[in-house]
């Protein structure tokens, strides 16, 4: 009888201390909103173009993540000027790429995954036409080597998954798990992906023998979270059965493991994963693809819930905590780059190139944990 009070405690004890565990919802939709509301004021108007370097238009991929990250956040809490600020967006590029229906860039893509988004909640035909067009003119050709660095694989890889269970078409699926393959396991002889390490190179420039200060090979923290979150909008999309699934989910938990191991103390992950001397501290945007993924694969039972829940809920309340501001502005995010040492400094206070990126990243995060019971 004794043994069995105790045993009765020790499981009431684990119960009330995972519900405890999980931040109020109503708190996370508020730090989203706020978060969300200080950049939709500072950016009302969605057509100016950027002037960092050269002009840019509104459609190109830093601002494609933004409003992935808001999609996501409208699918949890919607919003009539959510909707109108992305479906206004849009229009005003009338649906369309920076460069056209030929691109075969990744980043022209990346905002083709809003479109598609808001396509489902109120179909149009000319709301994809164009993105459609360009993605179907990549699937009809024989290349596969277009996604040479590994942050194309995020911006354009959910495009081909959702047009493939728009369409019930098998050919977008093996479009685009030729194509992940490639950038996977062929692209400079090596591929991207070191499975030993569990990680991604960002491109062949950092490929072995190049190493970080420490000795180590150099893991972008962003790039491997474009990857993550890649795996994560694939996964949400394609069937079951699809004959790729398997290696996918592969992929996604070799990638868990490795992160798990170098995540900081105070919950935050560096801009370097194996090397915190090279520009080490806190980072946002990485350490929010990290928990996107991480509460997305506890939450569909491909995570282990006891060993990854105390991880990504340490990342976001770090989040929560040190990188948002009072007024929503989120601090510690490194601006555009390819290494740790591109777009510097990253504090509490630094304001990177372009904000919107970092915002969809946190945004994406947010409403995964959200979801999370």
Known sequence: MKNNLVLLFFLALTVSVSAQSLPDRKETLEVMKKVNG?????????????????????????????????????????????????????????????????????????????????????????????????????????QVNDWWWIDAVQMAMPIFAKFGKMTGEQKYYDKMWDMYYYTRSQHDETGMFNQKDGLWWRDQDFNPPYKEPNGEDCYWSRGNGWVYAALVRVLNEIPSDELHRQDYINDFLTMSKALKKCQREDGFWNVSLHDPTNFGGKETSGTALFVYGMAWGVRNGLLDRSEYLPILLKAWNAMVKDAVHPNGFLGYVQGTGKEPKDGQPVTYKSVPDFEDYGVGCFLLAGTEVYKLK
């Not at 969605?46 to 699918?75: A, C, D, K, Q």
Request: hydrophobic fraction near 30%.
């Open 38 to 142: 200080y950049f939709m004021k500072k950016y009302a108007d969605y057509t100016i173009p950027s002037f960092y370097g050269r002009v840019r238009p509104s459609n190109i991929w830093t601002r494609g993540v933004y409003y992935e990250g808001l999609m996501s956040l409208h699918s949890i809490y919607p919003r009539e000027d959510y909707y109108e600020y992305a479906y206004d967006w849009a229009a005003f590029h009338k649906w369309g790429m920076r460069n056209g229906n030929t691109t075969r860039n990744a980043d022209d893509h990346c905002c083709g995954q809003t479109y598609i988004d808001l396509y489902n909640i109120c179909p149009q035909p000319e709301m994809i036409k164009n993105i459609k067009l360009s993605i179907d003119m990549v699937v009809n050709t024989p």
